[in-house]
């Protein structure tokens, strides 16, 4: 439950993106990856009309910090 909008994916959904956050390579690809998966999930939230959680950390700011990504 962690993942911004974890309630609005399917199971398939989430292993994708949950793959998608363990390739990848360097701290832009990693924001990138957050960014169009927010915007996704975003519209999602809108259509059913929940809020989203505010993510309470950065995950690539610290996959970046533990030396994951570059």
């Given amino acids: ?12 959904e989430r292993t994708s993106f949950q ?3 363990r390739n990848v390579k360097t701290y832009d690809e990693c924001i990138q ?4 998966h927010r915007g996704l999930m975003e519209v999602r939230a809108k259509e059913k ?14 996959l970046k910090a533990n030396g994951m990504i570059k």
């Fill in 49 to 62: 009309g929940v809020t989203l959680m505010t993510p309470r950390q950065n995950i690539c700011e610290n």
């Fill in 19 to 21: 793959s998608q956050m």
């Fill in 33 to 36: 990856t957050q960014t169009e």
């Fill in 1 to 12: 439950n962690n993942t911004r909008g974890w309630t609005l994916m399917t199971p398939e």
